[in-house]
């Protein structure tokens, strides 16, 4: 039978955790399967194991759960290196893949059965050399700002489509007595918001950006479409539309405070609509979605994430366990159970795997911008294989009045010269 241990990895007790977690990896039958500590992540993962078990009950998956964020990524890049790793395991695609050395630490998955299911914008954002070496773990998501629709409906607010109109509405939100921008920074990771869901808008005014910014040959802080998300995040801080408690409120808090109105906007990946559905499923229908405005009403699109991956460690001790594990996520019977565990929360990237019918307003508002005719972009890090990885501390002090927009973006500029000089890319 399947058993379920959640460890938690962080702090001064990751040694030994790495340790262990090697050890373990030696039992027959036995996988570990190592995934971040976002609640619609457990959620997922938990109900996998227990349906996998039904049909495979001679093999048994421990879970563990690691943090987000920058000590996430060092916990992830710790672990492989030490050949420690989790026989399975949930982390970014994109260029923080890139970052991994999948070619070295990881399974090549290019050969199975299920990759033909699979749409080929994914499999580029977890390709290496040759070969493909992830699976999708969730649907598509798009970055923007979630809302909360009875503080919209109260104030006769509408849906803004340029920034000028996002600002109205925060300014209306705030003069009502209500919190109009929700920020979470105990939680590092989600002060990125503003600059990363900007990019179509960067897009929309530099359609080649990403090869220049790749090459070296655009800067965030030097062009005045990519300043601009940081500019943005400057301006919602010193009109003080946040939370008071800002700097210690959490993703969990966030995602409550915009489901249940304690805030009007929370800026987000819409992977949090599973969050909502699993810590507050009465609130679902009240939280909407739109793509964060650029500074045109003309130009209204949305950034769009591939959805993390799941990997195999080139070192696991059960690799045919692991493969076969890794198939039943992406077939329908595993995006099945991702359904009913935490909900629609947007477009699956393999074929046969739908969303429920029944879906919530969040969904419903993303739709649209993937629909022929619709207007959505990839984020940056999908285009281009830098990026540093200080951003979310600089967003931070942005975001905290600490730095200003400027003085961030060219910060950040300078982490992405580091970063862009590890990977070997010409031009750094």
Not at 248 to 266: F, I, K, L, P, S
Not at 402 to 410: H, K, L, P, Q, V
Request: overall charge negative; proline content about 6%.
């Amino acid at each position: 039978m399947i058993k379920t241990r959640i460890a938690a990895l962080a702090g001064a007790s990751t040694l030994g955790l790495l340790l262990t977690a090697g050890a373990v990896q030696a039992q027959s039958g036995h996988l570990t399967f190592l995934v971040d500590n976002g609640p619609q992540s457990i959620a997922v993962a938990e109900a996998l194991v227990e349906a996998y078990a039904q049909v495979n009950p001679d093999v048994s998956i421990d879970v563990e759960v690691r943090p987000g964020g920058g000590e996430g990524d060092n916990i992830v890049k710790t672990r492989l290196a030490t050949g420690a790793m989790a026989d399975v395991f949930l982390y970014n695609s994109g260029s923080l893949f890139q970052a991994i050395n999948p070619q070295q630490n990881l399974m090549p998955l290019t050969g199975e059965d299920w990759q033909e299911r699979v749409q080929d914008s994914f499999k580029r954002v977890v390709t290496a050399g040759e070969d493909v070496y992830g699976a999708p773990w969730a649907p598509a998501m798009g970055g923007g700002i979630f809302y909360n629709i009875p503080i919209y409906e109260e104030l006769g607010l509408d849906i803004p489509r340029s920034w000028e109109a996002f600002m109205a509405n925060n300014a209306a939100i705030k003069a009502a007595g209500k919190v109009a921008v929700i920020q979470t920074y105990a939680d590092t990771w989600t002060s990125q918001l503003f600059v990363l869901a900007d990019f179509y808008n960067v897009l929309a005014e530099v359609p080649d950006f990403a090869e220049k910014y790749t090459a070296n040959e655009a800067k965030f802080a030097t062009t005045p479409a990519a300043l601009r998300g940081f500019e943005k995040l400057q301006e919602v801080a010193e009109a003080g539309y946040f939370n008071e408690d800002f700097g210690a409120a959490t993703y969990a808090d966030g995602v409550r405070m915009v489901a249940t109105g304690e805030g009007a906007h929370y800026p987000m990946l819409t992977f949090a609509i599973g969050a909502i559905a699993e810590t507050a499923p009465e609130n679902l229908d009240d939280v909407g979605f739109f793509a964060q405005p650029g500074d045109s009403a003309d130009s209204n699109g949305l950034t769009v994430w591939m959805p993390d991956s799941v990997y195999i460690a080139a070192n696991s001790a059960n690799p045919d366990a692991a493969r076969a594990f890794v198939a039943f996520m992406v077939s329908p019977e595993g995006c099945e159970v991702r359904n009913q565990a935490v909900g629609a929360t947007g477009p699956y990237m393999v074929d046969g795997c739908v969303p429920p019918t029944d879906i919530p307003p969040s969904v419903a508002d993303m739709l649209p911008y993937f629909e022929a005719g619709g207007n959505n972009a990839p984020a940056l890090e999908f285009l281009s294989p830098v990026k540093g990885p200080a951003l979310e501390q600089i967003t931070v002090e942005v975001g905290t009045l600490i730095r200003s927009a400027a003085d961030g973006a060219a910060l950040y500029d300078e982490d992405v010269r580091k970063q862009a000089q590890q990977l070997g890319l010409p031009g750094w």
